[in-house]
């Protein structure tokens, strides 16, 4: 079956980075789109970046941009999001996705498989 399960969350603290990687199988990995969401406690599951199918074209939210970096391998049927400069309000669960295209990614509704998450906790 579809599973899709991350790892490489953690406490660290504001500042540092982290690497989070979302494994993949039970589907053709490399047709897919992959996004990033995550969910701070409370609050509703937002946007973090997508990367189309082929790796060649990535896509963040605003308030990521020059920090996080997603990244692929197909062979390996994995997707990376790389976190730098971490802050405290990144605290979430955070979640890979299979689904979206280059135009149609930023929503949760634009994905067909979702991960289980994986808490990332950043202290002051």
């Known amino acids: 079956q579809v599973q899709l399960v991350e790892s490489g969350g953690g406490l660290v603290q504001a500042g540092d980075s982290l690497r989070l990687s979302c494994s993949a199988s039970g589907f053709t990995f490399s047709i897919f789109g992959m996004g990033w969401f995550r969910q701070p406690p409370g609050k509703e599951r937002e946007f973090v970046g997508h990367?189309?199918?082929?790796?060649?074209?990535?896509y963040y939210a605003d308030s990521v941009k020059g920090r996080f970096t997603i990244s692929r391998d197909n062979a390996k049927k994995t997707v990376y999001l790389q976190m730098s400069s971490l802050k405290p309000e990144e605290t979430a669960v955070y979640f890979c996705?299979?689904?979206?295209?280059?135009?149609?990614?930023?929503?949760?509704?634009?994905?067909?498989?979702w991960g289980q998450g994986t808490q990332v906790t950043v202290s002051s």
């Open positions: 990367i189309t199918r082929s790796g060649l074209s990535t």
């Open positions: 996705a299979a689904g979206g295209s280059a135009n149609l990614y930023s929503k949760t509704w634009d994905y067909d498989y």
